[in-house]
């Protein structure tokens, strides 16, 4: 059973950076792609960035600029840093790997951006 533990959220106020961690019980490299999602309150679940396992990144557009997707492999985890927060990215951010069989999910960290 894969599990995934996210860690590092928290209240923070606008214009300050957070970085986001994502263990893995097994290899980060036996994943095709581990992903952050976010959802806010209302709104559905959201992709925001993505590591390959050969390590090419994607984001979505809206965070652009702001948002580094990140891993050490020999932690197993992979990072989300977050600059420049704006109370929009309040959300639950989500870590997700996807298998070559199956999909996982973390429990989400609250991320709370203050005005």
């Known amino acids: 059973q894969v599990q995934l533990v996210e860690s590092g959220g928290g209240l923070v106020q606008a214009g300050g950076s957070l970085r986001l961690s994502c263990a893995a019980s097994?290899?980060?490299?036996?994943?095709?792609?581990i992903n952050w999602y976010r959802q806010a309150p209302g709104q559905q679940r959201k992709l925001v960035a993505g590591?390959?396992?050969?390590?090419?990144?994607n984001y979505a557009d809206s965070v652009k600029g702001r948002f580094t997707i990140s891993r050490d492999s020999a932690k197993n985890t992979v990072y989300l840093r977050i600059n420049s927060l704006k109370p929009e990215d309040t959300a639950v951010y989500y870590c997700?790997?996807?298998?070559?069989?199956?999909?996982?999910w973390g429990q989400g960290t609250q991320v709370t951006v203050s005005s």
């Open positions: 997700n790997a996807d298998g070559i069989l199956a999909s996982y």
């Open positions: 097994r290899s980060i490299f036996s994943f095709n792609t």
């Open positions: 590591i390959t396992s050969g390590g090419s990144t």
